[in-house]
């Protein structure tokens, strides 16, 4: 679903949502770190959006402070005025003054993981049709080293080419994707990991995979494994580290100097047969059919059109970016049927 569509089923602010946050989730896993991510992805659009201006705030302060006065302005401009096409409930776009394409910027972020959904969405329903595969999420970790954030990378991407040497994982599995997603914990340690969309050929026995990855680390063995239900909320779940690569919340001056450093560094890939597959993919009509693509449906809609989801018709809203969290905090909390004063 498009992020900018507001659903009519949204989470009410206030006790129930509190209660939800303090679940752990079913498919918890490696440390707290992860299912803390997974509680930011049941946030309101509201407080995501709040959380998106915080985090460029935040930035560009860190920007600042490393006297990148440049980087500091782009990010200030980054969609600081909006044009939002609205009935009044539901939102159908977002369009941005300006785009500063920093990879660290969360709406910037948001709207590249969005590309590479649109992109690959088609391409892996289509790989699982044709070659009988089924996707797993794959988080595979290493063991934490004083290193450098490029080192560490470096360690995990190698070790998974090791990995895709294996007689065993061929047998296994028909390729995929990878995204890199970083932490750093209190003592400095970089933790890398690389969540992986598998298409599985066969089962297996996870112990035997687990003796595999410490074969080709030396000394790692951790690494989670769990079924891809459905592929557009799989794809979603290891997209949204393009995204949010690490937790900017948590990050410092020197960070953001060392990230500077790190040109041109991948976050996103395919590999094995998947690659190859991707590279020739041609979407038919069946293909095609395979998925709703919301977001380019929504992008010829214009002020006057009706409402994809109440047929009202849409008006062009300007907002700036504080006004946004505001905008949707309206929304999530007028009832149905009534619309607020204030924004029309
Ligand atoms: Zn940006
Ligand atoms: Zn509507």
Same mark, same amino acid.
């Given at each position: 679903?498009?992020?900018?569509?507001?659903?009519?089923?949204?989470?009410?602010?206030?006790?129930?949502?509190?209660?939800?946050?303090?679940?752990?989730?079913?498919?918890?896993y490696l440390d707290?770190r992860v299912?803390?991510?997974?509680?930011?992805?049941?946030?309101?659009?509201?407080?995501?959006?709040?959380?998106?201006?915080?985090?460029?705030?935040?930035?560009?302060?860190?920007?600042?402070?490393?006297?990148?006065?440049?980087?500091?302005?782009?990010?200030?401009?980054?969609?600081?005025?909006?044009?939002?096409?609205?009935?009044?409930?539901?939102?159908?776009?977002?369009?941005?003054?300006?785009?500063?394409?920093?990879? $660290?910027?969360?709406?910037? &972020?948001? @709207?590249?993981?969005? /590309?590479?959904?649109? %992109?690959? *969405?088609?391409?892996?329903?289509?790989?699982?049709?044709?070659?009988?595969?089924?996707?797993?999420?794959l988080v595979l970790t290493q063991t934490h080293?004083?290193?450098?954030?490029?080192?560490s990378?470096?360690r995990i991407?190698?070790a998974f080419?090791?990995?895709?040497?294996?007689?065993?994982?061929?047998?296994?599995?028909?390729?995929?994707?990878?995204?890199?997603e970083?932490t750093?914990?209190?003592?400095?340690?970089h933790h890398t990991h690389l969540h992986i969309?598998?298409?599985?050929?066969?089962?297996?026995?996870?112990?035997?995979?687990r003796?595999?990855w410490l074969?080709?680390t030396?000394d790692s063995h951790v690494l989670n494994?769990?079924?891809? $239900?459905?592929?557009?909320? &799989?794809? @979603?779940?290891?997209? /949204?580290?393009?995204? %949010?690569? *690490?937790?900017?919340?948590?990050?410092?001056?020197?960070?953001?100097?060392?990230?500077?450093?790190?040109?041109?560094?991948?976050?996103?890939?395919?590999?094995?047969?998947?690659?190859?597959?991707?590279?020739?993919?041609?979407?038919?009509?069946?293909?095609?059919?395979?998925?709703?693509?919301?977001?380019?449906?929504?992008?010829?809609?214009?002020?006057?059109?009706?409402?994809?989801?109440?047929?009202?018709?849409?008006?062009?809203?300007?907002?700036?970016?504080?006004?946004?969290?505001?905008?949707?905090?309206?929304?999530?909390?007028?009832?149905?049927?009534?619309?607020?004063?204030?924004?029309?």
């Amino acid at each position: 679903m498009n992020q900018f569509t507001l659903s009519t089923s949204l989470t009410a602010p206030g006790l129930s949502s509190v209660k939800s946050q303090s679940r752990p989730s079913p498919h918890t896993y490696l440390d707290n770190r992860v299912t803390k991510s997974q509680i930011a992805s049941r946030r309101t659009r509201s407080q995501r959006a709040r959380e998106r201006l915080e985090t460029k705030e935040h930035l560009s302060r860190l920007a600042v402070e490393i006297r990148n006065v440049e980087l500091a302005d782009k990010i200030d401009r980054c969609h600081s005025r909006l044009s939002v096409l609205t009935c009044g409930r539901h939102i159908a776009r977002v369009i941005p003054n300006f785009t500063c394409e920093f990879r $660290l910027c969360p709406d910037c &972020g948001r @709207r590249r993981s969005r /590309k590479i959904q649109n %992109k690959y *969405l088609p391409m892996m329903s289509a790989f699982m049709l044709h070659r009988r595969v089924t996707p797993v999420h794959l988080v595979l970790t290493q063991t934490h080293r004083a290193e450098t954030r490029k080192q560490s990378t470096k360690r995990i991407k190698d070790a998974f080419t090791r990995l895709q040497r294996r007689v065993f994982w061929n047998e296994h599995f028909k390729g995929g994707t990878w995204s890199l997603e970083f932490t750093k914990d209190k003592k400095g340690f970089h933790h890398t990991h690389l969540h992986i969309i598998g298409f599985r050929r066969t089962f297996f026995d996870i112990e035997l995979l687990r003796s595999e990855w410490l074969a080709v680390t030396g000394d790692s063995h951790v690494l989670n494994l769990k079924p891809i $239900l459905d592929i557009a909320t &799989g794809l @979603r779940e290891v997209v /949204k580290y393009v995204s %949010k690569p *690490l937790d900017i919340r948590r990050f410092g001056a020197d960070d953001l100097k060392e990230f500077l450093g790190l040109k041109n560094m991948r976050m996103f890939g395919t590999f094995g047969e998947f690659r190859d597959f991707s590279k020739d993919f041609e979407p038919s009509d069946n293909d095609g059919a395979a998925v709703s693509d919301l977001e380019s449906f929504n992008r010829d809609l214009v002020e006057g059109c009706a409402c994809p989801q109440c047929n009202q018709p849409l008006f062009d809203l300007r907002l700036s970016k504080s006004e946004l969290p505001q905008f949707y905090e309206q929304i999530e909390s007028s009832p149905p049927g009534k619309i607020g004063t204030k924004w029309n």
